[in-house]
């Protein structure tokens, strides 16, 4: 993770690295059904955050405000933002085909590569480089579908078509640095023990990442400053241990900390390692793992990301199948609660290095989600009471990316926007949602935007 980055969506990255396991990771049957235990367990305790505060007129009057700007209607998915007022993020475009489009701070562009069936991001960096991976329809591939890993700059603008170790095979970019350096997997064949953790350099050249005695490299999902890669090994027993590259391509195997099975998920410039813990089918939870100290395993908790300064977001169960309860955890103030008091779940997604972190709140099951921001205090804030102007019927129902500068990226109920932290919005107007009038049997509705 780069300093100055922003984390990915917290509820889409836990069900993307579940989905990754279970297809690279030689789990079987068994290992199968204990990922999807991974959202039935439940963790008590911790410190109870400040609730959400209520703003008025004057509190809105003073700084504490988001101009808005509409990117794009729903749905839109998984999405990346940086301190320089960009963004990148997926929407459904043609034919409800998943596509990738990125935000200059005042335009939108399809980056998309013209002829795909399904297009995904997968990092943004502050330079405005994206990297995503398109899927095609392809007869000749296995399952019909070849993938294709690719990068796009908005300082050249030019689609690039990244090398993979099967042009027809699966092929994921998962993170990238300042640097133009990508970490990711590529496979070789359909098998699913042929996927190999790679890294991309800022010239586009593919390198495959050695393993360790025992354990082949089945993974890589993050990448720091430093050019470090942290990801997972697979054993033939169905085991993984968690395995770290520096820049010069060597692997450190940390281990699985005291687990089954361990896998990196994320690496800061300090070294802090981030991670998922499988201990048994009924405990999971995450590792954090820094030089020099004592690494820390907390059951039942689950990671999303890490910042700069070595905090960890992420949930835990609730009392029911359908609750969640966001945290933060760090070394010096350790666990620490997000849930406001009163409220049925809430999510942690995304979190700067100045430890403010974004999610969605609800007060009910049934209810619409409110987007949230947490300050590294602890303190909530509905970020529907930050609004400059909103529009009549605008609800902001979930915060997706936090930059350094502290802009959002969120979903509203009139699809996805930017939150632009004390500036101004672009010359287009603002778009609420459609506002419709009880409807009436064989009498005319009149809607209105």
């Keep these: 993770l780069s300093r100055s980055r922003i984390v990915m969506r917290g509820a889409y990255r836990i069900r993307a690295y579940m989905e990754m396991t279970m297809r690279n990771l030689s789990t079987g049957p068994n290992g199968v059904f204990a990922m999807l235990l991974l959202f039935m367990l439940a963790l008590a305790g911790g410190a109870r955050a400040a609730v959400a505060d209520g703003a008025t007129g004057s509190e809105r009057a003073g700084g504490d405000l988001y101009s808005i700007v509409n990117l794009a209607p729903p749905t839109s998915y998984n999405g990346f933002v940086n301190a ?151 054993a033939v027993n169905g085991s993984t241990t968690t395995l770290v590259w520096n820049a010069d391509g060597r692997p450190t195997n940390l281990g699985t900390f005291g687990a089954r099975s361990a896998y990196g998920i994320r690496i800061n410039n300090q070294s802090d390692v981030l991670g998922w813990r499988i201990v048994d089918a009924a405990t999971r939870g995450f590792f954090l793992s820094s030089p020099g100290k004592a690494a820390v395993s907390i059951n039942a908790a689950y990671p999303v990301t890490l910042n700069e300064a070595g905090e960890v977001i992420g949930a835990v169960r609730g009392p029911t199948t359908n609750e969640f309860r966001a945290f933060r955890y760090s070394r010096a103030r350790g666990f620490l609660s997000l849930h406001p008091a009163g409220m049925f779940t809430s999510e942690a997604n995304a979190l700067n290095d100045d430890g403010v972190s974004v999610g969605l709140v609800r007060s009910g099951m049934l209810d619409e989600g409110r987007a949230y921001r947490w300050s590294r205090t602890g303190v909530a804030t509905d970020l529907n009471l930050r609004l400059h102007n909103a529009p009549a019927g605008l609800v902001v129902t979930e915060g997706l990316g936090i930059a350094a500068n502290g802009d959002i990226l969120a979903q509203s109920n009139a699809g996805l926007v930017f939150l632009r932290c004390a500036g101004s919005g672009t010359d287009a107007p603002v778009l609420g949602p459609l506002q419709i009038p009880a409807l009436r049997e064989k009498e005319l509705a009149r809607l209105t935007l």
């Design 84 to 234: 320089q007022g960009q963004a990148a993020f997926e929407y459904l475009g043609p034919e409800d085909r998943t596509q990738v489009a990125f935000f200059d701070g005042d335009r939108i562009v399809d980056i998309s590569p013209p002829g795909n069936d399904r297009t995904f991001v997968g990092g943004l960096n502050e330079q405005g480089a994206v990297i995503f991976n398109a899927r095609f329809l392809d007869a000749q591939s296995p399952g019909g579908l070849r993938y294709q890993p690719l990068r796009w700059s908005a300082a050249r603008g030019r689609v690039v078509l990244l090398p993979s170790l099967n042009a027809r095979e699966y092929a994921s970019l998962d993170a990238i640095n300042e640097h133009g350096q990508i970490a990711g997997l590529s496979a070789t064949s359909s098998d699913n023990s042929s996927v190999r953790a790679v890294r991309w350099n800022s010239a586009n050249r593919l390198s495959t990442l050695p393993g360790v005695t025992g354990f082949v490299p089945g993974a890589a999902y993050g990448i720091n400053d430093l050019d470090a890669v942290v990801g997972s090994g697979s």
